[in-house]
């Protein structure tokens, strides 16, 4: 069986709340915000990580991000907003189904780590 949170998220046995889901993908808001707006981004195939990234799944990624750019326009982003993809313990990746953070809805740091 699998135990990922976020296949779990996408197959609706844990709610969310979504922003955007097509075939491909779903957006839902961050249980644990680190900014006014903060989403997730994932593909509703189950990529482990950046790190899992191929030639077979690379359209699906290229896909999710042609749908940043909406998600981020319709949650009101209009100054702007950070993508980031944590990959692994150093990066503090806690949730090993690949996603993308979307944060905005303030003047984000200029450091980034
Ligand atoms: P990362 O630490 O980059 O792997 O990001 C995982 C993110 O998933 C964190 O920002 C968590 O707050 C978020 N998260 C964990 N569980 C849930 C959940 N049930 N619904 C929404 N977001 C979640
Ligand atoms: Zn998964």
């Given at each position: ?68 750019p909406?998600i981020a326009q319709?949650a009101?982003l209009?100054?702007?907003y ?20 979307i ?11």
């Amino acid at each position: 069986m699998n135990n990922c949170l976020f296949c779990k998220i996408i197959d609706g046995i844990i709610p969310s709340n979504k922003v955007y889901e097509d075939e491909k993908i779903l957006a839902f808001h961050d249980i644990n915000p680190q900014a006014p707006t903060h989403i997730l981004v994932i593909p509703k195939c189950h990529i482990p990580s950046v790190d899992g990234v191929n030639a077979e799944n690379a359209n699906v990624v290229a896909y999710l991000f042609t749908k940043i750019p909406e998600i981020a326009q319709s949650a009101g982003l209009t100054g702007g907003y950070r993508v980031i993809s944590n990959c692994g313990s150093d990066a503090c990746q806690s949730v090993p189904h690949l996603h993308f953070h979307i944060l905005g809805g303030r003047q984000l740091s200029d450091t980034m780590a």
